[in-house]
C-alpha cells in the first residue's frame, strides 16, 4: 500500500507529526519533494525536534527513510540533520538517497539571497535556502545529479560549464565574486564522500517494496496554496507540492498511490509573503492566536519567522483538498480554539462584490474578501480526550461543519502536539 501525506493550504498544516505517527504502521518514508526550505516540528519520546531534510519518520528502527529524487538534496545539511538527532538519543535512521537526487549546493543560497536583495521590496520572501536557484538549474539541465559525483570526467566537464556560465551573472548582475572552479570540485568530491554511503537506485528499491507489499508513505513538503501550478503564484515554492508529483518525486507509478491523506489546520496560518484572504489583520487578536498555536506558538520551524494566521478558510481549503486527490482529511491544531467564544470561518470570496465559493487565479484573489459564517465556541481545553463522543458538542459541530465544507471525510482530528494525541474516526 502507498499512503501520501500533504497539506492543503500554505503548508505549517503539521504533517510532520502525522506522518511521524503513521510511520508506526509503514516500511518506507519518502520525502518526494521541496529541499530544507521548510520544516516539519515532531514531539515524541525522544523529545522536540525541528526536522528540513530528513523524512519525519526517522524516529522508527523499522522504517527505510528515502531522500527521493524529487528532493533539493543539500548534502552538509542531510549529515546534520542526521547526526543531530543521533546526539539526541535517537537510534541512527536507515537512509537512502536517490542516485537521481539533484544536489543543492553553497552557490545556489548565494543567488537566492543576492536575488532577494535585488528586487528589495518586491522579493518573495524566501528563506534563502537556495530553492528556486537549485530547480531553475535542475530544469535548465545544468544542476549536478548524485550519480555524477562518481563519474570523475563527466563531473570536471560540467564544473568548468557551471562556472562560466555563474560567473558571468555574478559579476554583471549581482557583482559580487566568482565561483572558483577547483575549490566548487573539492566541494563536490567531499559530497561524494558524505553521501555514498546511502546512495541506491531508488525507483529499483521501490519496485521491489511495492511486489513484497510494504507499506509506503510519501511524504510532501508545504501545501496545495505553494504549488507553483495551483498555488498563488508568483509566491509559490519551485517544486510541485501535490500528491500526485509524489508518484514522479519518488519513482513509483501514479496508479500506486491509493490514499491520500491530506492535512488541514482548524484554523489558518502561513510563512512569508502571498494571498490570505481569512487573515487576521487585527494585531492584537492575530497575536493570541499565534502565542496558542501549535506546540510553541505559530513560528516557522526553519526560519522562525511569526507565522501570519487567520480563521479557517473553507474556500481554499475545500480547493486543497480538491487538488490534493484527498480520500481522507486530518484535522490539526483543534485545540488551540479552545479559548474562544465564537470562531469565525470564511465561507466565501467576495470578489468585486460577487461571492464565489471557488477558489480564483491569484489577480482575482488580490481583490477577494472573506465571508464569514460564525460558529459557537467550546470554550474548553480538549488535550486529553481520546474519543471523539467525548468531545464537546460544539467542538464536533465545528469538524463536522468542516468535513461539510470540505466533502471529505475528516478521519482524525489532533488536540495536542504529541504523537499519540490524536482522535480518529471512521470514514
Not at 566537464?157 to 562556472?163: D, H
Request: net charge negative; proline share 5%; hydrophobic share 35%.
Amino acid at each position: 500500500m502507498v499512503r501520501a501525506i500533504v497539506g492543503a493550504n500554505w503548508g505549517d498544516e503539521g504533517k510532520g507529526k502525522i506522518t511521524d505517527m503513521l510511520g508506526e504502521q509503514s516500511d518506507i518514508i519518502i520525502r518526494f519533494q521541496g529541499g530544507s526550505n521548510a520544516g516539519h516540528t515532531i514531539i515524541n519520546d525522544y523529545g522536540r525536534f525541528a526536522l528540513h531534510l530528513l523524512p519525519s519518520g526517522v524516529f522508527y528502527q523499522h522504517t527505510t527513510c528515502i531522500i527521493g529524487n524529487g528532493v533539493a538534496l543539500n548534502i552538509p545539511y542531510l549529515q546534520k540533520e542526521i547526526d543531530d538527532i543521533v546526539s539526541q538519543g535517537v537510534p541512527k535512521p536507515n537512509i537512502l538517497v536517490s542516485d537521481r537526487a539533484q544536489i543543492l549546493m553553497p552557490y545556489h543560497i548565494d543567488f537566492d539571497t543576492y536575488e532577494e536583495e535585488r528586487l528589495g521590496g518586491k522579493a518573495f520572501g524566501s528563506t534563502k535556502s537556495g530553492i528556486a536557484p537549485f530547480y531553475s538549474d535542475k530544469y535548465a539541465k545544468i544542476g549536478f545529479q548524485v550519480s555524477e559525483l562518481f563519474d570523475e570526467d563527466t563531473l570536471v566537464e560540467k564544473v568548468e560549464r557551471v562556472c562560466e556560465q555563474k560567473n558571468i551573472l555574478l559579476e554583471h548582475m549581482y557583482h559580487k565574486p566568482a565561483i572558483d572552479p577547483k575549490e566548487l570540485l573539492e566541494t563536490l568530491h567531499e559530497y561524494r564522500d558524505i553521501v555514498k554511503p546511502y546512495v541506491c537506485d531508488v525507483a529499483v528499491y521501490l519496485r521491489e517494496a511495492i511486489k513484497e507489499g510494504k507499506n509506503i508513505l510519501l511524504e510532501g513538503q508545504l501545501g496545495t496554496l505553494k504549488d507553483p501550478d495551483f498555488g498563488i503564484y508568483p509566491m509559490v515554492t519551485s517544486s510541485s507540492t501535490l500528491a500526485a508529483y509524489g508518484a514522479i518525486g519518488a519513482g513509483i507509478p501514479p496508479y500506486e498511490i491509493t490514499d491520500i491523506v491530506t492535512v488541514v489546520k482548524a484554523y489558518s496560518s502561513a510563512v512569508g509573503a502571498g494571498e490570505f484572504v481569512s487573515e487576521i489583520l487585527d494585531e492584537k487578536e492575530a497575536d493570541e492566536l499565534r502565542v496558542r498555536g501549535g506546540d510553541k506558538g505559530e513560528f516557522g520551524a526553519t526560519t522562525g519567522r511569526p507565522r501570519r494566521v487567520g480563521w479557517f478558510d473553507a474556500v481554499a481549503s475545500r480547493y486543497g483538498v480538491q487538488m490534493q486527490g484527498a480520500t481522507e482529511v486530518a484535522l490539526t491544531c483543534l485545540d488551540v480554539l479552545g479559548y474562544l467564544d465564537e470562531i469565525p470561518v470564511c465561507v466565501g470570496y467576495d470578489v468585486d462584490g460577487e461571492v464565489t465559493k471557488d477558489f480564483p487565479v491569484t489577480a482575482k484573489l488580490k481583490k477577494a474578501k472573506p465571508v464569514y459564517e460564525k460558529l459557537p465556541g467550546w470554550k474548553e481545553d480538549i488535550r486529553g480526550i481520546t474519543e471523539y463522543d467525548e468531545l464537546p458538542e460544539n467542538c464536533k459541530n465545528y469538524i463536522e461543519f468542516i468535513e461539510k465544507e470540505l466533502g471529505v471525510p475528516v478521519t482524525m482530528a489532533s488536540n495536542g502536539p504529541g504523537r499519540h494525541e490524536m482522535i480518529f474516526r471512521k470514514k
